[in-house]
């Protein structure tokens, strides 16, 4: 297997790598983890301006742009069953292959103008989520030691932002050219979102868990989520205060195409360089820096932290609403906000799991945090759709800087308790 031969010379075995000593095991699997994110980021460079697309160019209404905000955890709803079956066959690879597949459709809006139609071909391509994000999870899990896990995987999301950010510019100023070049965006998107799913599972083969759960009949999954919500109160507790965080991030999302839009009157460049290029900043700057704090801090208290500074994203919105002379500048500010909060919650929503995960259920932790984002994305979305149409931009922005506040202070809280009961040896 590739992850058994050497990829160095003998003498290269244990040299540093970003101050760690890494295994060549390790090596091999963090060239492929970078291909693989510097695929995804033209995949990425696209699917910052779904929104945008499909508002301002394909002429969506607030329902259809409500229920594009909702495709991408809906999707994930089946993410915690498909998890406990790949965990107990470890069939990573071909779990991820699978997904993979699920990512070429997309292409077919070469042949369409209907965002009805783009909607299917984006269930199916955020469906392929529920088994290609928890088999990385246990890639990461398998392959990169404790310790090394939070540094390395900042540096793959800094590799993929390093791509995505002039991906993104790209795209807005191919749509501000010729709106038509639409069309061929995402006959790209879903070639290398396939790409980037395929590099993973190559990455997976041959992997063996050290614990493999014995059996995989439905009977046995039932029981599993039971002995997860009843045995693990702080990982249940830590997937609550996710969830107030989840409102807050997806009860702003159908807002903004549309303040974007019928407020600021921004042009797809302009979008693309507030949502698809500062707002992912934080990713390329930040993450390897926020990688490794994380693998030192409590995910309590990490969570709790990047919550804080992701609810200045929506008080300075409020601001741009407000203030319409300073509307565009504030806009930006916002996303600045948002870059650095979010590289942080990104780390902790593909990362945490495995703190919280027994040997062997790795990707059922993860399955069950990402099932947990579909449950959301059946409520919030809504919610912060009828709040923009009956309280206006202002009213859905306040709404969000509340969940992110109140996440942040729980998370914050029970950090704070468990270290006064001596729960967080070393954290602490």
């Not at 499909?54 to 498909?82: C, D, K, R």
């Not at 599972?201 to 999954?221: H, I, W």
């Not at 807002?255 to 974007?260: E, G, Q, T």
């Not at 579909?374 to 931009?393: C, D, I, Q, T």
Request: hydrophobic content about 55%; overall charge positive; charged content about 10%.
């Amino acid at each position: 297997m590739f992850f058994n031969r050497r990829v160095l010379p003998p003498d290269m075995e244990g040299r540093s790598l970003f101050g760690m000593s890494l295994t060549d095991d390790e090596k091999g699997a963090f060239k492929l983890h970078l291909i693989s994110q510097v695929l995804g980021a033209v995949a990425v460079g696209v699917m910052m301006n779904h929104d945008y697309i499909a508002t301002n160019g394909l002429g969506a209404s607030v329902m259809q742009i409500t229920l594009l905000t909702m495709i991408w955890p809906v999707s994930n709803l089946f993410s915690v069953l498909v998890s406990h079956f790949v965990d107990s066959t470890n069939r990573h690879s071909s779990a991820i292959f699978m997904g993979a597949a699920l990512r070429l459709p997309i292409a077919l809006m070469f042949f369409s103008s209907s965002v009805n139609f783009m909607l299917i071909l984006l269930f199916l391509y955020f469906s392929s989520n529920s088994l290609v994000i928890p088999g990385q999870n246990a890639v990461m899990r398998s392959r990169y030691k404790k310790g090394h896990r939070g540094l390395l995987f900042g540096w793959t999301m800094s590799a993929l932002n390093l791509f995505a950010l002039p991906a993104a510019m790209m795209v807005g100023a191919l749509l501000d050219a010729d709106f038509s070049y639409y069309r061929w965006l995402f006959v790209f998107e879903g070639v290398m979102g396939c790409a980037q799913a395929s590099v993973m599972g190559l990455m997976a083969r041959g992997m063996k868990d050290p614990v493999a759960v014995a059996e995989s009949s439905l009977s046995d999954f039932f029981r599993s989520i039971r002995q997860v919500m009843k045995g693990d109160r702080e990982f249940v507790k830590f997937e609550a205060f996710f969830m107030i965080y989840g409102f807050g991030f997806m009860t702003i999302q159908p807002a903004i195409p549309f303040f974007s839009q019928e407020v600021l009157g921004l042009s797809y460049e302009q979008y693309a360089l507030a949502k698809g290029v500062i707002g992912q900043l934080g990713l390329l700057l930040l993450a390897p820096f926020l990688g490794a704090k994380m693998d030192k801090l409590h995910p309590f208290k990490f969570t709790g932290v990047v919550c804080m500074i992701l609810a200045g994203f929506p008080l300075l919105l409020v601001g741009s609403s407000l203030i319409p002379s300073l509307g565009i500048p504030l806009f930006y500010a916002a996303w600045v906000a948002f870059a650095i909060g979010i590289a942080g919650v990104v780390l902790s929503w593909n990362m945490s799991s495995m703190f919280f995960a027994p040997e062997g259920r790795t990707a059922t932790y993860q399955g069950l945090h990402v099932t947990a984002t579909a449950m959301r994305g059946f409520f919030a979305p809504v919610l912060g759709s009828v709040v923009m149409e009956y309280f206006g931009f202002t009213a859905n922005f306040l709404l969000s800087f509340f969940f992110f506040s109140t996440a942040s202070i729980l998370f914050l809280i029970h950090y704070r308790k468990r270290c006064r009961m001596g729960l967080n040896p070393g954290f602490c």
